[in-house]
């Protein structure tokens, strides 16, 4: 392994925190507490992939490839769908038997044939949570979550470390057996890594995709070195730096300004502040304020507002009337604005709430009919009257709600 550079922060002695170069990638490791913790595997910015073991590297795919699964008993995998190396959606087999395909747009389908969201199967589940869409199974013990500028996390329980392999290595907290290839060796070329876990449909022939050979012009970037300068300079950011080293960060966020438009250099920095500051919240630090410091504002639906810390159970209209136990931690993402909650997509004003039945949606101030009685949607919920049905030899006392 050519040009290592290893740095070993010690002001935090009760983590073995270190970050490394190598000639094809970042590693980022915080060794001691690697095994104790979930493990998280992303997708981001335009190429990059960053490990269950802290390694960053590139891979522009164009084809399906293995990215995690139970590589023992095969219980179920996770394909990364690629088309000219934009990122395109998530596929899941159970199996050889269950089948699902999320795409980054929230279009969910089996066998070509189009689901609705939300949906639940087999012990996995698929809908939306604080404007993402997310896939996972509490039983198989993975969750993948879709942002909207199709970024992709991955996270798996630590009952998988050392059982998993593909693009998103092996989660045993070793970053230097990260790039082991389908067929068991060990390589120190990414692309021969990620080429070697591609998936060949029955129709399907995937393209070797090659490390692109690009020079860059030093003073093209000038905009952009200094928006990704904040990982250094800012104390927002440095209050992880001891855990999380930002070195890796800055670099492939200089290296971004070859290939971004100048004119919008926030474009080229913004997808690895959000990585930093999503890996330093993994580890347990929330970098209150960073949005605002970086003046980056990561992609939500019309009419909503992204958050460093949100409850995933945030209010809907159909949660109105629902007692729900919300997990303590927060994590990021798109909520609606104050005096607002979320009906469906959209944000709106609880007189204003939709209401289902029979798996349809009505507007507010719609009516049925329900057993001799009349239902009227208000505030997400029907209200209905008490009217006994012609007949009856006594009136039965309730209000028939409807869902």
Same mark, same amino acid.
């Given at each position: ?39 998280? /595997? ?12 802290? *390694?960053?590297?590139? %891979? &522009? ?6 990215? !995690? ?22 596929? +899941? ?5 269950? =089948? ?52 992709? !996390?991955?996270?798996?329980?630590? +009952? ?6 593909? +693009? ?24 021969? %890594?990620?080429?070697?876990? !591609? ?12 490390? &692109?050979?690009? @020079? ?12 990704? @300068? ?22 492939? /966020? ?5 290939? /971004? ?31 605002? =410091? ?19 159970? @945030? ?10 136990? /919300? ?48 239902? *009227? ?27």
């Amino acid at each position: 392994i050519k040009h290592l550079l290893m740095v070993v922060n010690q002001q935090t002695p009760a983590f073995n925190v270190a970050h490394c170069y190598f000639h094809t990638h970042w590693i980022l490791l915080c060794p001691a507490c690697v095994a104790s913790i979930t493990g998280r /595997c992303s997708l981001f910015g335009r190429h990059h992939i960053y490990t269950f073991d802290g *390694v960053i590297y590139e %891979f &522009p795919g164009d084809c399906s490839y293995l990215l !995690a699964g139970d590589c023992n008993h095969h219980s179920f995998t996770l394909l990364g769908d690629f088309q000219n190396g934009k990122r395109t959606g998530i596929t +899941l087999f159970l199996g050889d038997v269950f =089948e699902l395909h999320l795409s980054v747009d929230g279009q969910l389908s089996q066998g070509g044939k189009r689901l609705s969201l939300p949906y639940a199967s087999h012990a996995v589940f698929v809908g939306s949570e604080l404007g993402f869409y997310k896939l996972w199974s509490e039983e198989f013990g993975f969750a993948v979550t879709i942002d909207n500028a199709a970024n992709i !996390a991955v996270t798996m329980t630590k +009952l998988h470390s050392n059982r998993t392999c593909g +693009l998103c290595g092996n989660f045993n907290a070793i970053p230097s057996d990260e790039y082991t290839a389908q067929e068991g060796f060990l390589t120190e070329d990414s692309y021969d %890594f990620a080429n070697s876990w !591609a998936v060949k449909g029955a129709d399907q022939a995937c393209r070797r995709v090659s490390d &692109p050979t690009q @020079s860059c012009n030093s003073t093209k970037g000038t905009a952009v070195l200094s928006s990704c @300068s904040v990982l250094q300079t800012s104390s927002v950011f440095l209050h992880c730096s001891h855990l999380v080293s930002p070195d890796a960060f800055l670099s492939l /966020c200089q290296a971004e300004a070859c290939y /971004c438009d100048q004119k919008n250099p926030e474009d080229c920095s913004c997808p690895f502040l959000l990585e930093y500051a999503r890996t330093c919240h993994a580890h347990g630090i929330l970098l209150h304020g960073w949005v605002e =410091e970086s003046q980056c504002f990561p992609k939500c639906p019309i009419g909503m507002q992204y958050s460093e810390c949100a409850k995933p159970c @945030s209010t809907t209209c159909h949660s109105l009337n629902i007692q729900e136990v /919300c997990k303590e931690e927060c994590v990021d993402g798109c909520t609606c604005p104050t005096g607002k909650v979320l009906d469906g997509n959209r944000c709106v004003e609880v007189s204003q709430c939709s209401c289902t039945h029979m798996g349809r949606h009505f507007p507010p101030g719609s009516t049925i009919s329900q057993d001799c009685n009349t239902c *009227v949607c208000r505030h997400g919920s029907w209200e209905c009257t008490n009217e006994g049905c012609p007949g009856e030899t006594r009136v039965q006392h309730h209000i028939q709600a409807c869902c």
